[in-house]
């Protein structure tokens, strides 16, 4: 077989690879980025399909076009503008399928071999293994409890990377933050490179403390910043519906290389989806996921507290889904995790969140587990760790230390 | 703006921007690909998701395996079984949101810059459309009445392309097919290369004359053929599931590649079409297409006696959706779109489908429109061909003439 130079560096992701392991029922999971499914709505989804089905049947099961359902991106530019007060009129907003297609046709149409990309460290996985594909060179910016590093980013933006993606609101895997002011002066670098923010916001949502802030494309010029959104976590990621933002030179290269790459996102999904929205209250049903996540967080948070010893320092995060663990420099955690899996509980060990090999790191989920299993779980995992802690480290000298965030 | 340099060569649909001046319903337009709306099995669709909903709806909004719904991919692969004799395990079976982007995966995992992919001509455009993405370097071997000029091929496959692009039944644009002996000489010259046949086949079960003949798949090696399918014809393409079959070693690099792409398809309309397939009968629905699509082919081919010159030669297909026209070198069919549409009838001229330049060639479609509009369109049409053709060509000499399939 002669594959492409590509395939050469990707491996499948290290955590659907993870979630396998973690089918089996009896493993409290703690790995997965899964929203809880307790929370979809999955019987105002029946009757949004029925009525789309009875009403416009032919258009819904019809090819359509590659932009998206026309009142669909109508919806999300009316919600820009209520929420922010940011102009990004429908035909600036392009539907992908989920947003991970967004990251890929970023990718298909900024980078050729050897382009830089600027992520944060830690960063997302997807967005990595999309970017990998298309021969990304990556550079890192850290990041820390108000963001990313401003020193790090302005560094690094003198490199003129192609792309600066950021994951600014309760980010994946660590769920950090970036503040109000760390947004305000990333813009402002922004603004003077000639770098494309590509700002992933599929959490932004679910805050459940503080004080919501805008995205950073609040602060830029649309020229500047690619905004990607999507459905999975407000609504429900079956669906596959996301969506990505650009001005418009950029938007008719994307839209270009979607249709090349499956034509347009399907109009059966896009349909029921609209259908739903034009006849539920979104922000009731956000409201609801908000309230179970933040007491899902809460429980994990105690429970770590009671459970976990001291020397692994965990995050408490704000909003989102994740929380971001750190190790004392030289334990593995992925030590801990094959431990952890002879408990039968499981979590993310932070290694293919850095693109230099940290090891010292994990992510925890808690929206999709319990507060009974987030509790058994964590105090299993409590013990893990103070048995490999206790061993010692084993990681080789000199390995870089995760990120305190 | 920096984009990347694959965006160079690569246009727009062009069958995509004619689309959009034929949604004036007042143009009678054989522009599409579109199949028959009126064919979409709307209720039962709209029963499968009902079900689907109410007994399974966490587990079809939430997030899902790359490679497909598992029942999905039995059925898939018992189909094969009991339509060909082919055995193609449900492993080597991925689920891709269309088959577009089957055609954009293996580009992926397949080309680097220059490689060369050969293709039948004239050629399906959203194939093209896909390699050009990825750089390819085009040859091409010719269609005839029997399906492609296998003297070509054994050249052509000489020059050792990575891709042979086939679409054997019923081919978009031309409506050929080719016979069992063409498929079995392809196989062996195809065995003997160092090539992969990526055989697109969403048309084969839309015959209505003659017999079905095995997809080429069926006399190679599994090594030598990743064999795609769809159910947009035959079901309906607004959900948007199509499927590539590979050996175990592309399968892997396809399911990486379609991790980093969109994750995985719609769960949603995944279990809906499963449904629908578990509690309808497919084959009785697909009888009731061929049957419609029968007559308005047999109409179209009517008319087109009744109303062509002579000149202009058309072929009448046993399947499918597509006729495929030629006119006398020299005749440019754009000019005479440019005059049919003022007549509000709309058809494809041919040179997007060559990637070298031919004109005198056009595509109808004839699955999209009743066999009144059908009559009145080709009636319109034939005037618009007799008044160009009796002004004589205005092509540049030294055009090559479109091909008498």
Redesign the interface.
């Known amino acids: 077989?002669?594959?492409?130079?590509?395939?050469g560096g990707?491996?499948?992701?290290y955590i659907?690879e993870i979630l396998k392991v973690t089918q089996n029922p009896e493993i409290i999971s703690f790995a997965?980025g899964?929203?809880s499914?307790?929370h979809?709505p999955?019987?105002a989804?029946?009757r949004a399909?029925?009525e789309v089905?009875?009403d416009n049947?032919?258009?819904?099961?019809?090819?359509?076009?590659?932009e998206g359902h026309p009142p669909l991106r109508e919806f999300i530019s009316r919600r820009y503008k209520a929420t922010w007060g940011l102009d990004i009129p429908a035909e600036n907003i392009l539907i992908?399928?989920?947003s991970?297609?967004g990251?890929?046709l970023m990718a298909?149409?900024?980078?050729?071999v050897g382009?830089a990309v600027l992520m944060e460290r830690p960063g997302y996985l997807?967005a990595i293994?999309?970017f990998?594909?298309?021969g990304a060179a990556f550079s890192t910016a850290d990041l820390g409890p108000r963001g990313v590093d401003l020193d790090q980013l302005e560094e690094r933006l003198r490199e003129r990377p192609?792309i600066f993606y950021a994951v600014p609101s309760f980010q994946n895997p660590s769920g950090a933050t970036y503040d109000a002011a760390t947004r305000r002066d990333a813009a402002r670098l922004l603004e003077n490179s000639?770098t494309i923010l590509l700002e992933d916001n599929p959490y932004g949502e679910l805050r459940f403390k503080g004080e919501d802030v805008p995205p950073v494309r609040a602060f830029l010029d649309q020229?500047r910043c690619a905004l990607m959104g999507s459905f999975?976590k407000i609504a429900?990621?079956?669906?596959?519906i996301g969506w990505i933002t650009a001005a418009p030179?950029?938007m008719h290269?994307l839209?270009?290389?979607k249709?090349?790459?499956?034509?347009?996102?399907?109009?059966?999904?896009q349909r029921?989806l609209y259908r739903f929205l034009e006849t539920n209250d979104l922000d009731a049903h956000i409201a609801v996921i908000r309230q179970a996540y933040g007491e899902r967080r809460d429980c994990m948070v105690e429970a770590i507290r009671r459970h976990f010893p001291e020397e692994a320092r965990t995050t408490e995060p704000e909003g989102g889904m994740f929380l971001w663990g750190t190790l004392p420099a030289g334990t593995d955690s992925e030590e801990v995790f094959a431990k952890a899996i002879e408990r039968k509980v499981a979590f993310v060990p932070g290694r293919p969140f850095f693109v230099d090999g940290t090891d010292n790191a994990f992510r925890l989920n808690f929206s999709n587990s319990t507060p009974e299993r987030i509790e058994e779980g964590i105090k299993r995992m409590g013990q893990c760790l103070k048995e490999v802690m206790a061993r010692g480290g084993s990681a080789p000298a000199g390995a870089e230390p995760g990120l305190d965030i």
Do not use: N
Request: proline share 5%; glycine share 6%.
């Open positions: 077989m002669r594959f492409s130079a590509r395939m990707v491996r499948r992701s659907r997965g899964l929203p499914p307790d979809f999955a019987q989804m029946a399909a029925a089905l009875a049947g032919p258009q819904a099961l019809q090819y359509a076009t590659t992908t399928t989920g991970q297609q990251l890929d298909k149409v900024m980078l050729d382009d997807g293994q999309a990998s594909l298309f192609k000639d020229e999975s429900s990621p079956g669906l596959r030179e950029l290269k839209v270009t290389a249709q090349a790459s499956d034509l347009h996102t399907s109009s059966l999904a029921i």
